[in-house]
Nanobody, 124 residues
Framework: QVQLAESGGGLVQAGGSLRLSCVLS????????MGWFRQAPGKEREFVAT????????DYADFLKGRFTITRDNGKNMVHLQMYYLTPEDTAAYYC?????????????????WGQGTQVTVSS
């Protein structure tokens, strides 16, 4: 069993930055791809970023335009999402997810483990 816990969300002004963190606990022996997704009120959950177990392959949602960076520290069982130049459109609950599957990395259905989410609110 794997547990994920996010932190780092909060209220920030447009143009500001936030760094989200996610710690993986429980059965951490496996090699997990990690992902970040977000869900705004009234909208479906959408892919944000993913990173493979070794940290050598990253992928980002096209709409980000280079504003976010995903990293991981396997020694600490953590993954981070550094977010820059935030806009009100980035307001959402952000979820950390993990998978040992080799399925499509941008699909939420690929991920079997999810955190509870951390709220990011960007004011204009």
């Amino acid at each position: 069993q794997v547990q994920l816990a996010e932190s780092g969300g909060g209220l920030v002004q447009a143009g500001g930055s936030l760094r989200l963190s996610c710690v993986l606990s429980g059965s951490t022996y496996g090699r997990y791809r990690m992902g970040w997704f977000r869900q705004a009120p009234g909208k479906e959950r959408e892919f944000v970023a993913t990173i493979d177990w070794s940290g050598t392959y990253e992928d980002y949602a096209d709409f980000l335009k280079g504003r976010f960076t995903i990293t991981r520290d396997n020694g600490k069982n953590m993954v981070h999402l550094q977010m820059y130049y935030l806009t009100p459109e980035d307001t959402a609950a952000y979820y950390c997810a993990a998978t040992s599957s080799s399925g499509y990395a941008r699909a939420a259905s690929t991920y079997g483990y999810w955190g509870q989410g951390t709220q990011v609110t960007v004011s204009s």
